[in-house]
């Protein structure tokens, strides 16, 4: 979902997105928000059949599979803040030659008179703590696995 710090915090991005020539953020017109969802608990299903089943490798398929999705989520949302901050209207009130208004992966930056911050949430370091989680289940089982064979 798109939040802020109060109910108008999308309508007055969007009044002053308009001025730069920004396009309007419509949640249901981002089709991530409505099927990502799904997305996330077909990943924890997956995860859990993996983790139960006989798969030989089954959590390090899984956190590779998780990483690769994770890093395929990040292009998407470098791609929606590329044409966001790129993709400007010609008919904007105020123009400035040369000037994009994409704002960071991660990190801070000004954009004209504005600071824009994106951090990672809980999202992203859960993501990360299931990702390192599996990879440490990967290699306790590969000790394991090694262990027992001699």
Do not use: R
């Amino acid at each position: 979902q798109i939040t802020g710090d109060t109910d108008y915090t999308l309508q007055n991005v969007n009044i002053l997105n308009h001025y730069v020539g920004m396009q309007y953020i419509v949640p249901d017109s981002i089709p991530e928000l409505k099927y990502f969802p799904y997305v996330i608990i077909s990943w924890m299903v997956l995860g859990i059949l993996l983790s139960l089943g006989k798969i030989k490798h089954g959590a390090l398929i899984w956190g590779i599979s998780l990483s690769i999705l994770g890093v395929l989520g990040m292009y998407d949302f470098y791609l929606w803040m590329y044409d966001y901050g790129h993709n400007l209207s010609d008919t904007a009130p105020i123009k400035v030659p040369g000037m994009s208004y994409m704002p960071p992966l991660f990190g801070t930056k000004w954009l004209l008179n504005f600071k824009a911050t994106s951090l990672p949430h809980y999202g992203t370091m859960f993501l990360t703590i299931s990702i390192l989680l599996s990879l440490f289940a990967a290699l306790l089982n590969f000790k394991f696995m090694n262990k027992n064979k001699k």
